[in-house]
């Protein structure tokens, strides 16, 4: 032996508080043979004389003492490193890195996250709002361990998705408009007036491009912003029309004049997803927070399945 090792410190310990070696070689289901050589190297590794023999055992030379003040403090942050390490392996401490939509964020992850991290405040949450085809890619790559997002592309073979939440379209006007008057809208009503849209790349325009291509129509848009606040308030001044998630348009409605009409296409029902490479490999705290966000739908499908 040519360094200090625990298993030689704790028979060192064992020694000082027991008094005899063959006390301490029982204590630990060791022949006193075993211990002794033990000792011996450990005296050799630190060049001093640990403990000297009495008529009535061993006791530690004052090398011996100070070692023991030693060893008891080095032992016990040995077995804090366990204990810490035990707590990130169980999830209870450890960073989660989430990448999600807008639409997502918004509408769906403030809650759950909350009652998430009031049940493990050692775990830190690392959210990172990203288009749903960048959500894909961080998790592909590896840079996000769960990604939320609209699946409009087709997904990678090495990640694993399950359903998530679904939201509604609506359309938006500035009171007065002419679509104001109505309840529900369809797509040549929106296509025939000045829209105004998110930046480019999100769903929302992906969707409304997708299916004015298949109706060979054209989408006027006539400013892009970058956030559902700021797209209520260009309407609500009488820029254009816009959509945006329905529950969205129903929390600015609050505060900015607005009239809400219902989409009335196929493609205005959304369904998101969850998606990371693969739950058993994820870090502990990652497969926690997975487990947390998808127990309400899945509690819910159970229900729906009972008689």
Known sequence: MNQIDPVSLRLFIRVVET??????AEAEHLSAAAVSK???ELETVLSSQLLQRT???????????ALTKLARSALAELDQ??????????????????CASMSAITQFLSEPLRSFLDEHPNVQVQLEERLSPMVVKAVAE??????IFLPLVAMPPNLE??????????????????LSLRKAVTLPDLLAHDLIGLHTGSAI??????????ARREVNIKIQVTSFD???????????IALLPESMARRNARTVPLHICRLDEPWARRQFALCVRSRTTLPAAAQLLMDHLLAPLQAGSEKERQP
Do not use: W
């Not at 008529?55 to 003492?65: C, F, I, M, Q, S």
């Not at 590896?142 to 990604?147: I, K, P, S, Y």
């Open 161 to 178: 998705q399950h359903g998530y939440h679904s939201d509604r379209l609506a359309l938006i006007t500035p009171k007065g408009h002419p």
């Open 38 to 40: 033990r000792l011996s």
């Open 55 to 65: 008529n009535k055992g061993v006791e530690p030379t004052g090398a011996g003492l």
């Open 142 to 147: 590896n840079a996000a361990d769960v990604g």
């Open 19 to 24: 008094g005899t070696i063959a006390a301490a």
């Open 205 to 214: 325009n992906i969707l409304l491009n997708r299916a004015a291509q298949e």
């Open 230 to 240: 700021a797209l209520c308030t260009m309407v609500s001044t009488g820029l254009g």
């Open 81 to 98: 490193v366990r204990v810490q390490m035990e707590s990130f392996s169980s999830g209870v401490r450890g960073l989660v890195r989430v």
